[in-house]
């Protein structure tokens, strides 16, 4: 009787023949199960009854807004607000370390930001190279 092993190859079972085929199977290079993520580098946060009140409503704000927009939103807000402090104000440990956050927040930024232009300079360039037309209409639009 004929069969298929998990690996889909044929083994023969119930014969006296058959038994090296039942105890072994030919090595595999590719994995029986695999699991990727779709977008890769993303992180996905498992948004329930158990750590929100309103997971739906929740999820929906990611949707539009990420976690690190709305929290650096709210550090441009509240910059404006300890810029306003009066100086004795700005002594408070609370007050220094998120001012100390916010600095390391915006150089953060600004080192990414020299990489991404880069990066958009080659692209350009490559535009510009494979698709003349199409450099001309971005030329254009950037110059209005």
């Known amino acids: 009787m004929a069969t298929t092993n998990g690996d889909g190859a044929a083994a023969t079972r119930g014969t006296w023949w058959g038994w090296p085929l039942q105890a072994w199977s030919p090595p595999s290079l590719a994995p029986s199960e695999?699991?990727?993520?779709?977008?890769?580098?993303?992180?996905?946060?498992?948004i329930t009854y158990s750590n929100s009140s309103a997971p739906a409503i929740e999820r929906d704000v990611l949707q539009q807004h990420s976690y690190g927009r709305q929290i650096g939103r709210l550090m441009d807000a509240l910059s404006v607000l300890v810029e306003r402090l009066p100086a004795g104000a700005k002594d408070?440990?609370?007050?220094?370390?998120f001012l100390a956050l916010a600095k390391d927040v915006a150089q953060i930024k600004e080192n990414a930001r020299l990489p991404r232009l880069e990066r958009l300079q080659k692209d350009i360039e490559a535009l510009r190279q494979e698709d003349p037309k199409a450099y001309a209409q971005l030329k254009a639009m950037l110059v209005r």
Do not use: M, Y
Not at 34 to 46: A, C, E, K, V, Y
Not at 92 to 97: C, S
């Open 34 to 46: 695999l699991t990727q993520p779709i977008n890769s580098g993303w992180s996905f946060f498992n």
């Open 92 to 97: 408070d440990r609370r007050i220094e370390d």
